[in-house]
């Protein structure tokens, strides 16, 4: 068990988002059995999530863990976290993972950390996700960030004009390739007003690997704020504004 008064002593010296980053990321760890086979995600606060963790498995919980890119492997396994391939595999117990967004119905936009293949590859192979998420990551409507795509580079061209016909702006992420070698495509829409129908009418594009909506994998959100974690088990209304755990209304984005 991690000392909550440690973990909130050491939060006082960071900035607010890392520490509210810190705060859902160490909650999370918590909800890790022994026992279980763990998708563990990528991006700035999965690393805290990694740092729990290697604590738990320190002081004895026995885990088997996969992770969604090469980084996370590296990571969790020099912390003496037990990393095996998924390739063998067709299930994982519990993903834990980021956001780059994410609303009240848990559809969230992720991929910013490049990863966003292997990510919902192990998202759906999971019985149960967890996002973890900062306060800054909540939104009432998908779009404020862009969507990532990755695609196959012979399509490139062919994948930003479909796009563009689809209403939105492509661009390449430059000097950023994914751990298949692939590039990614930044595309953004604005407001997403039917999150479904883009991301059936962009999985359809030959071309394109992956997108970076997720739409349905996400079971449980975890927002660290700076009053502590606070835990959402139920989808709500997308256009609702979330609520902490005393009622209070969380800050979200238009």
Not at 72 to 99: C, H, K, M, Q, W
Not at 181 to 208: K, S, Y
Request: hydrophobic share 50%; proline share 4%.
């Amino acid at each position: 068990m991690i000392a909550p008064s440690l973990v909130l002593q050491q939060a006082e010296h960071m900035p607010r988002q890392d520490a509210e980053k810190r705060c859902a990321a160490r909650a999370a760890a918590e909800r890790v059995e022994d026992g279980m086979l763990v998708g563990i995600g990528t991006g700035t606060t999965v690393a805290f999530l990694i740092d729990a963790l290697a604590e738990r498995v320190a002081g004895g919980l026995s885990i088997r863990a996969v992770g969604t890119s090469i980084a996370t492997e590296t990571y969790a396994r020099a912390l003496g976290i037990p990393i095996e391939p998924f390739a063998p595999l067709a299930s994982v117990d519990l993903a834990i993972d980021g956001v780059d967004e994410i609303d009240g119905a848990f559809r969230a936009i992720k991929g910013g950390g490049a990863a966003l293949l292997r990510e919902k590859v192990i998202a759906q192979a999971a019985t149960r996700m967890i996002a973890i998420a900062d306060s800054s990551k909540l939104v009432t409507a998908l779009g404020a960030q862009p969507v990532p795509l990755e695609i196959l580079d012979f399509a490139r061209g062919f994948v930003m004009a479909r796009v563009a016909a689809l209403g939105g702006e492509a661009k390449l992420r430059v000097g950023a390739l994914t751990d298949q070698g692939n590039p990614l495509l930044d595309c953004h829409f604005g407001a997403i007003e039917d999150a479904e129908r883009l991301g059936a009418e962009l999985q359809a594009i030959p071309g394109v690997f992956a997108h970076g909506l997720f739409l349905s994998e996400v079971d449980a959100l975890c927002v660290g704020t700076n009053d502590g974690a606070h835990w959402h088990e139920a989808r709500v209304d997308p256009k609702l504004p979330l609520r902490s755990d005393n009622g209070a209304i969380l800050e979200t984005k238009l």
